[in-house]
């Protein structure tokens, strides 16, 4: 069955850079998402991503964050000048259509030290 | 913006025991899925149900969509089942999927 995969699982990165955090979504799928779930808490959504375009966002998905769609497969999320509370297991996630099942790759587990 | 409840909170069961998980939400929805978030992080893809029941394997779910509560059912709990189980649903008009807080199943041997 086909998967979200995300890259790298873990990052480990100093305060105040910027950091990456890659999906491969489902190949014949047109919608990504991007969620975070920090240590403990619920799962919140960030941003949505359709036809090269955010087709909505969250009020956590300040300048701070931008996605991308370099090429035809990936999806990046870019944290610039990163902070503590960005700390975090950041999941991206995929669907073909917009009322029907999300997909979600396994996270990158992000700690800002 | 939609209100997702879940009850439970935390909830221990005996293994080999069944149990029900409720998910309410606030306003009419078109997608609603559960999912299970294992020990590693990984969230689990249970059931996609908008609307009715479905059943895989020890795990069944039915959503009520007019009375807006959704319930997850385990039946003959193994301690493979602990984790946390979440609800989360899309409303009409958007594509966001907003998560309930969880519940945090431990089942003992």
């Known amino acids: 069955e086909p998967e979200v995969t995300q890259t790298p699982s873990h990052q480990v990165t100093q305060m105040g850079q910027e950091v990456i955090l890659r999906c491969v979504p489902i190949?014949?799928?047109?919608?990504f998402y991007w969620y975070r779930q920090i240590l403990g808490q619920k799962v919140e959504f960030l941003v949505s991503?359709?036809?090269?375009?955010?087709?909505?966002k969250s009020e956590i998905f300040d300048d701070q964050f931008s996605v991308e769609r370099p090429d035809g497969s990936n999806f990046t999320l870019k944290i610039r000048s990163t902070k503590l509370e960005d700390s975090a297991m950041y999941f991206c996630a995929s669907t073909v259509q917009g009322n029907q099942p999300q997909h979600f790759g396994d996270g990158t587990r992000l700690s800002i030290l | 913006g939609i209100q997702v409840e879940q009850s439970p909170p935390d909830l221990i069961l005996q293994e080999g025991a069944n149990s029900t998980l409720r998910c309410n939400f606030s306003?009419?929805?078109?997608?609603l899925q559960w999912f299970h978030q294992n020990p590693w992080g990984q969230l689990i893809n249970l059931f996609y149900i908008p609307s009715g029941t479905k059943q895989n394997g020890r795990l069944s779910a039915t959503t009520v969509a007019t009375e807006r509560y959704s319930l997850l059912y385990i039946s003959s709990s193994q301690t493979t089942d602990s984790g946390v189980y979440f609800c989360?649903?899309?409303?009409?008009?958007?594509?966001?999927?907003?998560f309930g807080k969880g519940n945090q199943v431990v089942v003992i041997p």
């Open positions: 190949s014949n799928h047109l919608y």
């Open positions: 989360a649903v899309v409303l009409y008009g958007n594509n966001r999927l907003a």
């Open positions: 991503f359709y036809n090269n375009e955010i087709s909505e």
């Open positions: 306003d009419s929805v078109n997608n």
